[in-house]
């Protein structure tokens, strides 16, 4: 059986650790160049200071905070779905708009529960 001589050993330890992280930031990047990606982004690094004026115990500021992060992370695997399902092809195909279609879903409840989570804190924090 012939293998490819072009594959690369598998890294172990410190190497995988630091080129998993290598990969890890060019994601970042490619998901920097999605609009709505950045604009979550910005509107990310706007609010979550607010977590730690809003929040009145640790566990509220991680859950104000984790919920942006969601956010973002629904966000970039949506992308990815994108991305994979327009490499496939440019033809119309339903599996292909119903992937697309449950990532734009995630996303949307990833929102929507940020959305809640936030109005939440901030009501208690008017009416008190």
């Not at 490499?87 to 940020?114: I, N, T």
């Not at 989570?117 to 924090?125: E, G, H, I, K």
Request: aromatic share 8%; with cysteine.
């Amino acid at each position: 059986m012939n293998h490819p001589t072009s594959v690369e050993p598998k890294r172990q330890g410190l190497s995988r650790v630091l080129h998993a992280f290598t990969y890890s930031v060019e994601g970042l990047r490619a998901g920097w160049h999605e609009p709505a990606f950045r604009q979550e982004a910005i509107l990310a690094v706007l609010i979550l200071p607010g977590a730690w004026w809003l929040g009145q115990s640790w566990t509220e500021v991680v859950l104000l905070v984790g919920v942006v992060v969601a956010v973002l992370v629904v966000e970039l695997l949506n992308t990815a779905v994108e991305s994979a399902i327009d490499r496939v092809g440019p033809e119309w195909h339903a599996l292909s708009k119903r992937s697309k279609d449950m990532g734009s879903a995630a996303v949307l409840l990833s929102l929507l529960l940020c959305g809640g989570v936030w109005l939440s804190a901030l009501w208690r924090w008017l009416a008190a």
